[in-house]
Structures are given as C-alpha cells and as structure tokens.
C-alpha cells in the first residue's frame, strides 16, 4: 500500500514533508512501538518499506528512523514534534505526520486494510 494512502486511513496530517517522492513507496509493514530499542531490534529486513507508528516525540525517534532507512514516522494520539524535530527531519529527509488515532486504533486500522507487522 502506498504510503500517501496509508497517511490518508489514518488522517495523518502532515507535520513535515522531507521526502516527497517516498509518497510513492509501497509500505508492506508497519512497527508500532514507543521503545526505540524494540525498533532497532525487530525492523531488520526491508526497512525502507515500512512506516513506523509512534507516540514518542523526541530526537531519538528520528535518529532511529535514521539508522533503520526509514522514511516515514506517523505519531499517534494528536502529538506534534516542536520545531527542532522538525529541523531534523529536514536533515534526514524524513517525512513526520500525526494522527488524532491512539495507537491500537492506527494499527487496527491499518491491519484491517491489508497492511502486516513486522515477523521476527
């Protein structure tokens, strides 16, 4: 599924576009944490097609993205990086949207659509 349809089942708003030709990339995954080890632990194979649903707004979030060549973060429960993160997704053409959805509410949704988590 395409990320800018993804982005558009969970009405993700956009919070920041570093990326704009990663719209296109067919996401096959999605890993939902708040711990950033767990993501750096499981997300191992084709991490440039998957998206990563978190409610942790903070440096470490981006630099994990970072590491892992992901391109797109969608935060849960309504929150919004403040300025700096955005500054840093900037620099690591990564593109940041939020979502009203609760965590659980975003995967099911995105479970309900086709879309797997990640296999260990």
Do not use: W
Request: charged fraction near 15%; hydrophobic fraction near 45%; charge should be negative.
């Amino acid at each position: 599924m395409l990320t800018s349809r993804i982005v558009e089942l969970l009405g993700a708003q956009p919070v920041f576009i570093g990326n704009e030709a990663s719209l296109g990339t067919e996401i096959t995954a999605v890993f939902a944490t708040d711990l950033m080890s767990d993501a750096l632990a499981m997300i191992q194979d084709s991490p440039e097609t998957t998206l990563l649903l978190t409610g942790l707004c903070n440096p470490q979030v981006l630099r994990t993205a970072d590491m892992l060549d992901l391109h797109t973060i969608v935060f849960v429960r309504g929150k919004n990086p403040v300025n700096n993160l955005t500054e840093l997704a900037d620099e690591m053409n990564l593109n940041l949207y939020s979502t009203c959805l609760t965590m659980y509410e975003a995967c099911g949704v995105l479970y309900s659509a086709g879309i797997q988590g990640i296999e260990r």
